[in-house]
């Protein structure tokens, strides 16, 4: 990026968010105003048509493909944001014990969930087997043993997917890269043949397929050719092997455009998977989380007060609700709420939350309006990996979440009391 764009060409990017002025600015049909109003700030809000209008988007453009959309829980676990994309259509994917029953609380079957992780427990996998998930994504030989043995105990047979580590550098932040090897997640490309042949004799395992996930905010086609290239390559040795492999989880990772720059496209991504994999009759599964989802949500806050001569802004937002700034040097967009301020010129400023450390900035140098008091921001695209992330750092309740449906809201989260805080919190006896 040169040159940040401004707030009029962000906002003119985004159609869910419409300026008037008179309201300001808008989610689908909602005052951001009124719901400030409401429930006070840093307030998240969230689009359900915006999202439903994004899954139908990537659905169309996978629908000549054997293809199905497992929303990636982890992105953003509100029941709500689970309801929405399951009504849509889309299955789960989880990471932990935890999404699984918020997804399956949210009304998602479990042979529409698939369970991908690190290092899942003995528990985590006894109960998605009890629970009767459709995949489990096996990331190491260790956990295969664990997941056979406990099958067999229980007289269960776990579908699997084999979750292979490409070694493709998906060239986004080192934070958020996966699929090299040098990084914890998967088994070595070169071990994976050996691997599924000896689950294919394990008892209580049923090896389907492979998966593969490379990172995240991936918004150029070359890893996922090079990867994607690579799972295709091992399904014809597999094969070739006498071993049957139905399926392929290619896992989710596009990018969404922060700034000006464009997003990923969905149609452009389903050419990457027909290329790989048209012709080998294998089902697909992929698992966006981001793409879905990021643009949906907006963060809205009030200026504290300014200091440092106009040189800093102060929000009631801070990095233990949105930390992705803090902790991948995340660029949001950050637009004042009032049509007025969204017009007038900017001055360079340092946006930054109250709280006691440096990396509690939002935004250096940018050019926004001059801001008084009370004024409202909202910062842009982050319904993705923004509530999840939240913490009560510094003692600060969680944040109220907000649900637009069109002309309609509705609070999907009260502002956490402060009370709340220390429950759960015990003071021993001996400390009187
Ligand atoms: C995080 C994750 C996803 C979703 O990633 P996005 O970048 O949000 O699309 C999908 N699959 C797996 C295995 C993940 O860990």
């Not at 006498?242 to 990923?264: N, P």
């Not at 907006?298 to 102060?314: Q, W």
């Amino acid at each position: 990026m040169t040159a940040d764009p401004s707030a009029a060409d962000l906002i003119a990017a985004r159609p869910h968010l419409p300026m008037h002025a008179m309201d300001g600015l808008l989610l689908e049909g909602v005052p951001l105003n009124a719901i400030a109003d409401a429930l006070g700030t840093p307030v998240w809000v969230y689009g359900a048509g915006t999202m439903r209008a994004r899954y139908r988007r990537l659905a169309a453009a996978l629908a000549g493909l054997d293809a199905h959309i497992h929303y990636a829980v982890k992105a953003n676990d509100h029941l709500a944001v689970l309801r929405v994309f399951g009504q849509a259509g889309a299955g789960a994917d989880v990471v932990s014990e935890g999404e699984m029953r918020r997804a399956m609380a949210a009304g998602i079957a479990p042979a529409r969930i698939v369970f991908s992780g690190v290092g899942k427990t003995a528990h985590e996998l006894r109960a998605a087997l009890e629970n009767g998930l459709a995949q489990i994504n096996v990331e190491s030989p260790a956990e295969l043993e664990m997941l056979s043995a406990i099958a067999a105990a229980t007289g269960r047979t776990a579908e699997i997917v084999l979750r292979i580590n490409p070694d493709v550098d998906a060239g986004t932040h080192a934070k958020i890269t996966t699929g090299r090897a040098d990084n914890k997640f998967g088994i070595p490309y070169a071990e994976a043949a050996a691997l599924y042949r000896h689950a294919a004799g394990l008892p209580g395992i049923a090896p389907v397929g492979l998966a593969l996930h490379i990172g995240s905010q991936i918004l150029s086609l070359a890893p996922y050719h090079a990867a994607y290239a690579r799972a295709a390559e091992l399904v014809r040795a597999l094969r070739a092997a006498g071993l049957a492999v139905s399926r392929v989880d290619c896992g989710g990772g596009l990018g969404i455009g922060y700034g000006d720059e464009a997003g990923a496209s969905p149609e452009a991504f389903a050419g990457a998977l027909s290329r790989a994999f048209a012709g080998l009759g294998v089902s697909l599964i992929v698992e966006p989380g981001r793409w879905l989802v990021g643009p949906a949500g907006v963060l809205l806050a009030s200026v504290v007060l300014v200091k440092g001569h106009g040189r800093f802004v102060v929000l009631d937002a801070a990095m233990n609700d949105l930390v992705r700034p803090a902790m991948y040097d995340a660029w949001h967009g950050i637009v004042p709420v009032s049509a007025v301020d969204a017009r007038a010129a900017g001055v360079a400023v340092d946006i930054v939350g109250p709280v006691c450390e440096t990396g509690d900035t939002f935004a250096r140098s940018r050019l926004l309006a001059p801001l008084r008091e009370g004024a409202r921001v909202a910062i842009l695209d982050a319904g993705a990996y923004g509530a999840v992330m939240s913490s009560t750092y510094n003692a600060r309740p969680l944040a109220p979440i907000a649900l637009v449906d069109g002309e309609r809201w509705a609070t999907i989260r009260e502002r956490q009391s402060h009370a709340a805080l220390w429950e759960g919190e015990t003071m021993p006896d001996f400390l009187g």
